[in-house]
């Protein structure tokens, strides 16, 4: 019990509105939410809470504890941000003339995914991120929804906007925690992390990869992380 009482007290801070930035400052605002989440993962480091990647069952229980704390605070900066992948990566002109499509039935809205991933696999990410969104917009749920979303996080990450990378990952974590996709959306948010220099938020994602999904190509990526952190 002793060893959970700093994990709950940051479970407070998560909640009560003194643990999070409540300014609409855009791209700052969004740097100061990803910041305040690096900083409570070095007071549990302070601490002595990130336990060996060996521990026992306590150590295991109390990194679940964290891991869920680092999902839910994701969570949370994802709802408070008001703009969109198209509005970080576009251009403001285009996101200006930007017009509402009317519903489309899934055949055609397809169409909107396969130029997006054309225009993905071009390395044109603005306008892949433009129709990804327009096809998740019309079908939400449908067939290539998942893989839209991943895909969304995958041009952001690839233009190194890691900070809005890890939030457009966290929507296929949260989402469609089913997909095939969310092995890889969890890697991909530890790798923009650890580019930012976050070790630590980027071990416990490796950890939460590798414990979690043991048999996905991306917890062979993530065990091999962990072992220069």
């Known amino acids: 019990m002793k060893r959970l009482f700093p994990a709950l007290a940051l479970f ?13 400052g855009g791209d700052s605002s969004l740097k100061r939410e990803v910041e305040a ?15 060996d990647l060996r521990g026992g069952p306590t150590e295991t229980s109390a990194m679940q504890t964290e891991l869920e704390m680092l999902s839910t605070r994701l969570e949370r900066l994802e709802n408070k941000t008001e703009t969109t992948a198209v509005a970080l ?8 003339t930007q017009k509402p499509t009317a519903a489309k039935p899934e ?11 054309h225009l993905f696999d071009r390395k044109d990410y603005r306008g892949a ?3 990804f969104q327009n096809y998740l917009s019309e079908e939400p749920k449908g067939t290539n929804a998942a893989a839209a979303q991943f895909y969304i996080g995958e041009a952001l990450y690839s233009e190194r906007q890691y900070e809005e990378a890890i939030l457009e990952y966290q929507k ?22 650890q580019a930012m220099g976050d070790g630590d938020s980027a071990k416990l994602l490796y950890q939460k990869v590798a414990n979690n999904y043991p ?6 990526v993530a065990k091999e992380r962990l072992k220069g952190l």
Request: net charge positive; hydrophobic share 35%; proline share 6%.
């Open 37 to 51: 989440l690096r900083q409570e993962v070095n007071t549990l480091k302070d601490q002595n809470r990130l336990s």
């Open 107 to 117: 055949p055609a809205a397809k169409g909107l995914y396969e130029e997006g991933k």
């Open 89 to 96: 990566v576009a251009t403001p002109a285009a996101a200006a």
């Open 12 to 24: 407070g801070l998560l909640f009560f509105p003194g643990g999070c930035t409540t300014s609409r």
């Open 215 to 220: 048999r996905s190509y991306a917890a062979g």
């Open 129 to 131: 991120v433009e129709l």
């Open 172 to 193: 296929v974590v949260q989402g469609f925690p089913k997909s095939s996709q969310v092995p890889t959306s969890l890697l991909k948010q530890g790798l923009s992390f």
